[in-house]
């Protein structure tokens, strides 16, 4: 049997070590130089004023929450086809969680199904406070128009964009927070970039950023300004909020920096991998990927569809059979509406059908920047077999 083939992996350059081990070398091992040169390499690839590293988006998105005032009683919706972190997030601040159903083409939050649930919650009055759309698979979601429903309906934004740095929308960075209140990056290793673990939450707004950077280190500061009182000397500090170590190392900073370097070169080769699949799965019983026109996408994932009325194997039967054969393909994502946890707040299946007819027939193919040639054509191979076609 061929090598095993990940889903995703991580691409390490013999400068990313060098890079880290420097660090190692050096005076500081966190909170030195290295973190904010990473943010400042991150805030100007994408445009935006305030970059803050932390030590994972699931951090950054509990920080995100509480900077916009998230409680207890408040709302936040998110898309029910994401990772348990863009919805957990809410659930850690004391607010209701609740999901809106995924457009069928996108598998990104449906802005018609946004619509018509901000129409029902203002007539209940229970608005969202926060809407977290999540820009799945690297693709933007449709940002002008949930931008036009946040004027109209008073919620913020948070982009949940852990897959899609280094992609576009509207022909600009992703991450620029021109449609958003807060974008959050994930640097975890099958991610775009990697900082091992990390994150990092951005923003135009210089307010939010600094009640960001006071959340992620136990809500202490050394800024005069910011004290009840004149300092009692050079050694003081004040802790004037309940904050957290969400921090980032300069370890992880100097990988990322170093990353920051070939981030367009890994979303090109994705691209091109990407091209390649769309091309030999032509002909098959699946659906590939849409892209929207509006957008770039940084390919984080290549999630088919099964058409099942064309198999005479079932989705898992596929599955189990790419797995045998040392395809390491995925599914992104179980509906987090239908996890225990989330049951127990009342929700059951049924209730975000189009993200629960995607999670029956959607498999992540194999998609990473070093993936062979020979290596893909394995996986289409398998996928063949797979499906007994
Ligand atoms: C990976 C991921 C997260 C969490 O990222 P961590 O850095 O592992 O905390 C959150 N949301 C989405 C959509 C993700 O894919």
Not at 178 to 207: C, Q, W
Not at 345 to 355: R, V
Request: proline fraction near 5%.
């Amino acid at each position: 049997m061929a090598d095993y083939i990940p889903y995703g992996r991580q691409h390490i350059s013999e400068v990313d070590i060098q890079a880290v081990v420097e660090v190692l070398r050096s005076d500081w091992l966190t909170q030195g130089p290295a973190v904010p040169r990473f943010e400042q390499a991150v805030a100007q690839y994408c445009g935006v004023e305030h970059a803050l590293a932390m030590n994972s988006a699931t951090s950054a998105l509990h920080i995100a929450c509480l900077a916009l005032g998230l409680g207890q009683g408040d709302n936040l919706w998110t898309s029910p086809n994401t990772f348990v972190a863009s919805a957990n997030c809410g659930l850690y601040c004391g607010a209701q969680v609740d999901f809106v159903d995924i457009d069928s083409r996108t598998y990104n939050m449906s802005v018609s199904a946004l619509e018509a649930k901000l129409i029902e919650a203002e007539r209940q009055g229970q608005l969202p406070k926060i809407v977290i759309p999540v820009h799945f698979a690297g693709q933007s979601c449709e940002m002008k128009s949930i931008r036009t429903l946040a004027d109209r309906y008073g919620f913020k934004i948070i982009e949940d964009a852990s897959h899609a740095i280094g992609g576009k929308y509207l022909d600009q960075p992703i991450g620029n927070c021109r449609y958003a209140d807060i974008t959050i990056f994930s640097f975890h290793p099958v991610k775009i970039i990697t900082t091992a673990e990390g994150g990092m939450a951005l923003t135009g707004n210089a307010e939010l950023a600094s009640r960001m950077a006071l959340l992620r280190s136990h809500g202490i500061t050394r800024d005069p300004a910011q004290m009840t009182h004149e300092a009692d000397g050079s050694w003081y500090y004040q802790q004037i909020a309940l904050g957290y170590n969400y921090r980032m190392t300069d370890l992880q900073a100097a990988l990322g920096e170093s990353q920051m370097s070939r981030l367009d070169e890994f979303v090109s080769q994705r691209h091109a991998l990407a091209a390649q699949y769309d091309k030999s799965l032509a002909d098959m019983p699946v659906i590939t990927p849409w892209q929207h026109p509006d957008t770039y996408s940084g390919l984080h994932l290549y999630p088919i569809r099964l058409k099942p009325e064309e198999l005479s194997v079932s989705h898992s039967e596929v599955f189990d059979s790419l797995r045998a054969q040392g395809i390491g393909v995925n599914l992104h994502y179980i509906p987090v509406h239908t996890q225990p946890y989330y049951q127990a707040f009342g929700f059951k299946p049924g209730d975000f059908p189009e993200a629960e007819r995607y999670y029956a027939e959607a498999i992540s193919l194999p998609m990473y920047p070093a993936l062979a040639c020979e290596q893909q054509a394995c996986v289409t191979d398998a996928l063949l077999k797979a499906m007994q076609i």
